[in-house]
């Protein structure tokens, strides 16, 4: 049999350090092609003043920057209408980055030689002549290779990639690139996801465009895939014989933080589950793919999405809840009479063979007791009850298994056992695993991961045209029928676990949120 070295060299003499040829074939078994060179390249930014640089991009950038990751020359170039001088927007992002920065220390010396890269134009995104001051701009800089990120309104997505287009922005000299992400709400609906898919295609091919998701850049959601896919002993319990139900919740326990205005018109299905927890939900269920490599990631999530049943417009009330806290129509910006959810639970089955029949219960709100994202997988009970009644009973939660995306990043498996003391009394217990305890460090954020993904062209964490434009076609019938109706809300004290109703959708089909 052929071998190869660990260090990807030929290895005539076959010594101890070798892999076998279908090993190294193996891109989960090749570290090299995990490791991320940011090639010399600028980022502009639309957006630059608004919430997300500031927060998000800027603390990510100076991050990579501080863990050597980015290239000497790396240049940012940050637009939007407001008026400021280069210095100003250095300095204005200097305190931002400062305040935002989620990990480590502030460092004078490093922010200098970042910020001699900073650059910023202001303008009309309306305006051509923004694009031609941007164009001439980066011929100064001297930067190929440039990412667009649209970090504004989102009613400006469209027009920003028309412009970019028109000014030839969007072309590539040979051997250069030039991509654009987007963030969301990707959309409104499935009509308007179409339509401003189709403008991007005006100016960039699909494979430059990166749809971003910030939950799939999340280490926890992408430790889903290693946990199921690196490991032989789960994948063969993940279907239908032997998981009871899935339940996926993104709990906050914030209101909507002064973004009164997008949050009425965008509620919580659109906001949380139409995009972050299907695609969580997509990675717990999907198939294995044959090669980790974009495509064939994406297009099991794809699949998997595209196998999410459909729920038809009089099963709405059955298989969806809606709430809204109470005080979020006393919210600045928000309409006294707002019909917004703030709340919402929703039961998916996914059609295949794996998943038929098996329920996945999705919830997300604001104002809930506290912020806690997780997964929770309950496997069947033992078949028969050997020990007395406890081992078949479900409410006690045995074989549960929990993957916590936030906060306390982790994993832990339930499971029954002997209690001390004469007799058999079983107890659930749990085992264990805290990202914290076992790797210690830092985690880089979601943006760090996805902005290196961007700029080394990996699109495997980011959405795909069909993903998106799947994700809008299973909620949609949910939001046509809310539209329809007049809610009875607020429905629910801030502070709890939502409406009842989301209690009685589970108790109808036997089964109960887990609210610790
Ligand atoms: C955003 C939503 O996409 O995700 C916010 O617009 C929400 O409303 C946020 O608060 C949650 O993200 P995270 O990473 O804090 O769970």
Redesign the pocket.
């Known amino acids: 049999m052929t071998k190869k070295s660990l260090s990807g060299g030929t290895n005539p003499d076959l010594s101890m350090l070798t892999l076998s040829m279908a090993e190294a074939q193996n891109p989960f078994a090749d570290p090299l092609r995990f490791e991320r060179r940011v090639p010399e390249c600028a980022i502009v930014i639309f957006g630059a003043n608004g919430d997300l640089t500031k927060r998000k991009l800027l603390p990510a950038l100076y991050q990579l920057a501080a863990d050597r990751r980015l290239p000497a020359n790396f240049a940012v170039l940050g637009t939007s209408r407001t008026q400021l001088s280069d210095d100003a927007f250095r300095s204005k992002m200097r305190e931002e980055v400062k305040q935002f920065l989620e990990s480590g220390d502030f460092d004078d010396d490093l922010w200098s030689r970042f910020a001699a890269n900073l650059h910023y134009i202001a303008g009309d995104m309306n305006d051509p002549a923004l694009y031609q001051a941007i164009c001439a701009k980066l011929s100064e800089i001297g930067q190929r290779n440039v990412l667009f990120y649209l970090s504004t309104q989102p009613s400006y997505y469209g027009t920003a990639a028309d412009h970019i287009g028109a000014a030839g922005l969007g072309e590539t000299a040979p051997g250069a690139w030039r991509r654009i992400v987007v963030e969301?709400?990707f959309g409104h609906d499935l009509a308007s996801a179409k339509a401003l898919n189709d403008r991007l295609h005006a100016s960039f091919p699909e494979e430059e465009i990166y749809r971003i998701d910030?939950?799939l850049g999340?280490e926890t959601v992408q430790n889903i895939l290693a946990f199921r896919f690196g490991n032989g002993i789960f994948e063969p319990l993940w279907n239908r014989r032997y998981v009871n139900h899935v339940q996926i919740t993104?709990a906050?326990a914030?209101g909507?933080?002064g973004?009164g205005a997008y949050?009425q018109e965008?509620g919580a299905l659109r906001?949380?589950i139409q995009?972050?927890l299907l695609q969580v939900l997509a990675t717990v269920a999907m198939e294995p793919a044959a090669v980790f490599e974009p495509h064939a990631v994406r297009d099991e999530r794809a699949k998997l999405l595209r196998s999410i049943k459909i729920i038809q417009p009089q099963e709405v009330a059955k298989f969806a809840v809606a709430g809204q806290y109470k005080g979020f129509r006393e919210e600045p910006g928000v309409d006294p009479t707002a019909q917004t959810d703030t709340f919402a639970a929703v039961t998916f089955y996914v059609d295949n063979w794996r998943w038929a029949g098996v329920p996945f219960f999705v919830r997300s709100g604001?104002k809930l007791p506290k912020?806690s994202?997780d997964i929770a997988i309950q496997f069947n009970s033992a078949p028969l009850k050997l020990f007395g009644s406890a081992d078949g009973d479900l409410s006690k939660r045995p074989n549960l298994l929990i993957l916590r995306?936030?906060p306390e990043e982790g994993i832990s498996l339930r499971f029954f056992s002997k209690q001390p003391g004469s007799g058999m009394h079983l107890r659930p217990v749990s085992m264990d695993f805290k990202y914290g305890a076992s790797f210690g460090g830092r985690t880089p954020s979601?943006y760090e991961t996805l902005l290196v993904d961007a700029m080394v062209g990996d699109a495997t964490l980011y959405t795909r045209q069909d993903m998106v434009e799947a994700s809008w076609r299973v909620v949609e019938p949910i939001l046509e029928n809310w539209q329809s109706q007049k809610f009875h809300f607020p429905n629910y004290d801030a502070g709890t676990w939502g409406p009842e109703a989301a209690n009685q959708m589970l108790a109808d089909t036997g089964h109960q949120w887990r609210n610790s």
């Open positions: 969301k709400p910030h939950y999340k993104a906050e914030i909507v933080e973004r949050y965008a906001d949380m995009n972050h604001k912020r994202t995306i936030q979601a």
